[in-house]
């Protein structure tokens, strides 16, 4: 069954650490994007990728890295957690306009 | 000014009633509007996609574009108490434009 795919679904982890959150889709699109949704609050686009070795920064500032080495594949890496980095981080997948997410990470920098 | 403008809510109405969601925006450029459905601690699920003004009926579920407005639409009809959930409408100018959401309305359908 073609999904979109998100890991951890929740983590908690001290301030300072390196993590990275992986996105995989298996429905072969070529678009892909992280959001940032705090509750009550718009979804925010942090990175996209339209293809292989292709990243873009998003329209809100983040200090968060990704990588589009595999088209199924676009993981986050953040160096250095810090508490205002404490959010649901959502990944979507696209082949024409229509976005499909992922099940979100709940990260929680303490 | 946000470009997208939607009512928080919380907006609580009782089983079978007919529910109205809307979105205004300010950007006359957009032409592609869609509805997403996120339940609690869950990813958004594309509802419906419409391109031009008019309706588009699915269900339960119609989505009304009114581009001279800059106001869009999303009626439940019977509602389910299933239908609880955050609405979010987005939207966008087309080709590799970023789709541009909304800060979504808290829907609860008590039995």
């Known amino acids: 069954e073609a999904d979109i795919y998100q890991t951890p679904r929740y983590l908690v982890i001290g301030t300072g650490k390196k993590i990275t959150l992986e996105c995989s889709q298996t429905?072969?699109?070529?678009?892909m994007y992280w959001y940032q949704q705090d509750p009550g609050m718009e979804l925010h686009l942090i990175h996209y990728s339209y293809g292989v070795n292709s990243t873009e920064k998003g329209d809100l500032s983040s200090e968060s890295t990704v990588s589009r080495i595999r088209t199924e594949h676009f993981p986050l890496t953040l160096e250095s957690a810090r508490p205002s980095h404490t959010s649901q981080y959502l990944c979507?997948?696209?082949?024409?306009?229509?976005?499909?997410f992922g099940p979100g990470t709940r990260l929680t920098v303490l | 000014q946000k470009e997208v403008e939607q009512d928080p809510g919380p907006l609580s109405v009782p089983e079978g009633a007919i529910v109205s969601l809307n979105c205004t925006y300010s950007n006359s450029a957009f032409q592609y509007f869609m509805w997403y459905r996120q339940y609690s601690r869950k990813g958004p699920e594309l509802l419906m996609y419409t391109y031009s003004s008019g309706n588009k009926e699915d269900g339960r579920f119609t989505a009304q574009v009114d581009k001279s407005s800059k106001y869009i639409s999303l009626f439940i009809r019977d509602s389910q108490p299933s239908d609880s959930a955050t609405y979010l409408c987005?939207?966008?100018?087309?080709?590799?434009?970023?789709?541009?959401f909304g800060a979504g309305t808290r829907l609860a359908v008590h039995p």
């Open positions: 979507a997948s696209s082949h024409n306009d229509e976005q499909f």
């Open positions: 987005a939207m966008k100018t087309g080709g590799y434009n970023k789709l541009i």
């Open positions: 429905m072969g699109h070529d678009k």
